[in-house]
């Protein structure tokens, strides 16, 4: 036993093994080391993601560097092994390999990033990390209403951006146009009513618009799109039960149903302010008008 111990420890390829082992070990070390330093002295958070991301695609940069400086003399058959193997590890690991190349897709493409609200197989949520292999997100939605976090993370393949749509709620420009409908009861001053809408979504809404036009103004000269229309607007629509008035009007992409509580206050606390002259409808039956009813006893044959 003790001569297999000493034939095994004297063969060139443990000695090998053994000094990659080490090597591995110690460049594990530095990378975590260099990311809790990072972690621990950069305030920014993108810019501390970014570099603790780098800090481990540079580990293993370096970990291939040593491998192939330790094993440069096993290597002179390398191309008849990767003929031999390709084939079968390329089938095998057709995924991962989709994978890696939706990585480069995402990296180089700016499908999103960090930060960025996007939907993606179905799942809409707030991407948290892009990996190698997968994206993690913070999904938002399905059971919870409107756009607030669910607390459910979800891990996504990359190579689903090779075959699905990819939707960026806030890349270049980080605002969506919304409506809010609110019911007025055909009795009313319709016109009061409008003003009344247009006045509230117009103060606001007036932060979000002055930011929205400096952002629109970059988005429009790198990309091809038509001028749109970013102040608030109203539209009126009718019906035998009740006036409905809509209002369109831009939001950050994070602040939907904050936005909308706040119009929908503000709407109602000036209509209170109208005495009677605007009331929101409600799908209520109402008896306008009884029919005429007789007193008078039938008459008997």
Not at 25 to 44: E, H
Not at 135 to 161: A, F
Not at 244 to 258: G, K, M, Q
């Given at each position: 036993m003790k001569e297999l111990i000493q034939n095994l420890t004297a063969h060139p390829m443990f000695i090998k093994l053994a000094g990659l082992g080490l090597s591995l070990?110690?460049?594990?070390?530095?990378?975590?080391?260099?990311?809790?330093?990072?972690?621990?002295?950069?305030?920014?958070k993108d810019l501390r993601y970014k570099t603790r991301k780098s800090f481990g695609l540079a580990g293993y940069v370096l970990s291939l560097i040593v491998a192939i400086a330790i094993f440069s003399n096993?290597?002179?058959n390398l191309p008849v092994l990767i003929g031999l193997l390709g084939v079968g590890v390329g089938f095998a690991l057709r995924e991962v390999i989709q994978s890696l190349f939706g990585w480069g897709v995402i990296s180089f493409g700016n499908l999103y990033q960090t930060g960025d609200r996007i939907r993606l197989n179905g799942v809409m949520g707030d991407v948290m990390d892009i990996?190698?292999?997968?994206?993690?997100?913070?999904?938002?939605?399905?059971?919870?209403?409107?756009?607030?976090?669910?607390?459910?993370?979800?891990?996504?393949?990359?190579?689903?951006?090779?075959?699905?749509?990819v939707l960026n709620y806030s890349v270049d420009f980080p605002f969506l146009w919304d409506e809010i409908v609110v019911p007025v009861r055909t009795d009313c001053d319709h016109r009061l009513a409008r003003s009344i809408i247009h006045d509230v979504g117009k103060r606001e809404q007036a932060d979000t618009i002055a930011a929205a036009q400096?952002?629109?103004s970059n988005f429009i000269l790198h990309h091809r799109a038509e001028d749109a229309r970013l102040d608030v607007?109203?539209?009126?629509?009718?019906?035998?039960?009740?006036?409905?008035?809509?209002?369109?009007?831009?939001?950050?992409?994070?602040?939907?149903?904050?936005t909308k509580d706040r119009l929908y206050t503000a709407i109602l606390d000036a209509f209170e302010q109208t005495g009677g002259k605007v009331k929101v409808a409600s799908p209520q039956l109402q008896i306008t008008e009884l029919p005429e009813m007789s007193a008078r006893p039938a008459s008997s044959n």
């Open positions: 070990l110690l460049i594990f070390l530095l990378v975590r080391f260099a990311k809790l330093i990072a972690a621990n002295n950069i305030q920014d096993q290597l002179d990996g190698p292999l997968t994206t993690t997100v913070m999904e938002c939605g399905d059971w919870v209403k409107s756009d607030l976090y669910n607390g459910r993370v979800v891990y996504l393949p990359n190579n689903i951006v090779l075959r699905e749509q400096q952002t629109w607007a109203v539209t009126l629509s009718f019906d035998a039960n009740w006036i409905e008035f809509t209002l369109r009007y831009l939001v950050d992409y994070s602040r939907r149903r904050a």
